[in-house]
T-cell receptor, first 114, second 114 residues
Framework: DQQVKQNSPSLSVQEGRISILNCDYT??????FLWYKKYPAEGPTFLIS?????DKNEDGRFTVFLNKSAKHLSLHIVPSQPGDSAVYFC?????????????FGQGTILTVHP | ETGVTQSPTHLIKTRGQQVTLRCSSQ?????VSWYQQALGQGPQFIFQ???????GRGNFPPRFSGLQFPNYSSELNVNALELDDSALYLC?????????????FGEGSRLTVL
């Protein structure tokens, strides 16, 4: 029972272009959503989050979009840079006292070519 | 500000043995969560500790247990190791009362069970 799914195992993008990573979820109780980036031999690093009351959140080159009716979120990276090459995980969690109890997707390997 | 640190970074055990993994949370954080990441998968929530008590548990058997100490550091104990327990074990901390649910991860402990 995968409540958070990233259907694209990998994505290849040219430097300077847009990277779009997608994520679908099934649990209506999820209250906030996050994106993490992971380099080999390192722990996941927080990128950006969005709560269920919003449909968009921006932070520099990173924008997360949330479509609650479709239970879909996406991460846009513009412009993409070679240093963005990593595994990207989307994660979702309930609110209230359940902070830190996140459900992760399987990850998407992003490769940005110079 | 000291980040999340985990020890050991790598270890090898045999089936049936017991293992203890350790985590020091980031300064100022009062909540610790443990995750298991199997190869090619996203992190999977094991349990969370808040104020030295277990505060939620994922779909893991009782042979996975933990502790949180007054200084907010934590241990993950796994008894009767099985081959499928081979994975990267991630510790993450947060300050629960801040909200947003952003977790700060350590680099993980890679456990191999032979």
């Amino acid at each position: 029972d995968q409540q958070v799914k990233q259907n694209s195992p990998s994505l290849s993008v040219q430097e300077g272009r847009i990277s779009i990573l997608n994520c679908d979820y099934t649990n209506s109780m999820f209250d906030y959503f996050l994106w993490y980036k992971k380099y080999p031999a390192e722990g996941p690093t927080f990128l950006i989050s969005i709560s269920s009351i919003k449909d968009k959140n921006e932070d520099g080159r990173f924008t997360v979009f949330l479509n609650k009716s479709a239970k879909h979120l996406s991460l846009h990276i513009v412009p993409s840079q070679p240093g963005d090459s990593a595994v990207y995980f989307c994660a979702a969690g309930p609110g209230g006292t359940s902070y830190g109890k996140l459900t992760f997707g399987q990850g998407t390997i992003l490769t940005v070519h110079p | 500000e000291t980040g999340v640190t985990q020890s050991p970074t790598h270890l090898i055990k045999t089936r049936g043995q017991q293992v203890t993994l350790r985590c020091s949370s980031q300064s100022g954080h009062n909540t610790v969560s443990w995750y298991q990441q199997a190869l090619g998968q996203g992190p999977q929530f094991i349990f969370q500790y808040y104020r030295e008590e277990e505060n939620g548990r994922g779909n893991f058997p009782p042979r996975f247990s933990g502790l949180q100490f007054p200084n907010y550091s934590s241990e993950l104990n796994v008894n009767a190791l099985e081959l499928d327990d081979s994975a990267l074990y991630l510790c993450a901390s947060t300050f629960r009362d801040r909200g947003a649910g952003e977790l700060f991860f350590g680099e993980g402990s890679r456990l191999t069970v032979l």
